[in-house]
């Protein structure tokens, strides 16, 4: 009698195991706020105070996109369900766009989320002659200035 060596079928289902478990750690840490994910037993309030701790050394930030012809506004690292002001100025002190919102749980980011439709025209093309901001109410901290190039339809 001899000893059975490993089948090759085996040693496949360990390799990729091991392996579903390494990019498993890596998406975890690759993707911000994945840890964060909240549990069914965790309460309510756990989970925000988790999102606050991500986004503690990132302030609150802001960037634009423009989509269906309209300027869009996209930030992250608010309070999770509080109010965040957003608004696009001119340099010249115009505020152009001013809105609260509240700020919403993302599946694949700390922190909170806010996403506005601006109703500004987009893209527009030329030097940056303005900024997009947003403001955290409960932790009174503005976003840095997002610079945006703010044009006007003559029909």
């Not at 089948?7 to 289902?13: F, Q, T």
Request: hydrophobic share 40%; aromatic share 10%; proline share 7%.
């Amino acid at each position: 009698m001899g000893i059975l060596a490993p089948s090759k079928a085996h040693r496949r289902r360990h390799v990729t195991a091991a392996t579903a478990t390494i990019m498993a750690a890596a998406v975890s840490l690759a993707v911000p706020g994945a840890a964060s994910a909240r549990t069914p037993a965790e309460p309510a309030g756990a989970h925000t105070l988790v999102s606050l701790v991500n986004c503690a050394p990132t302030p609150p930030w802001v960037s634009t996109y423009d989509f269906d012809g309209d300027l869009k506004i996209q930030g992250g690292c608010f309070t999770l369900g509080r109010h965040v002001f957003v608004m696009v100025k001119h340099n010249n002190g115009t505020v152009y766009f001013k809105k609260w919102v509240v700020a919403r749980e993302h599946p694949n980011l700390a922190g909170g989320w806010v996403n506005v439709n601006t109703n500004l025209h987009a893209p527009c093309y030329g030097p940056h002659n303005g900024y997009a901001r947003g403001y955290d109410e409960s932790t009174d901290k503005w976003s840095a200035r997002f610079p945006v190039t703010i044009c006007t339809r003559y029909d």
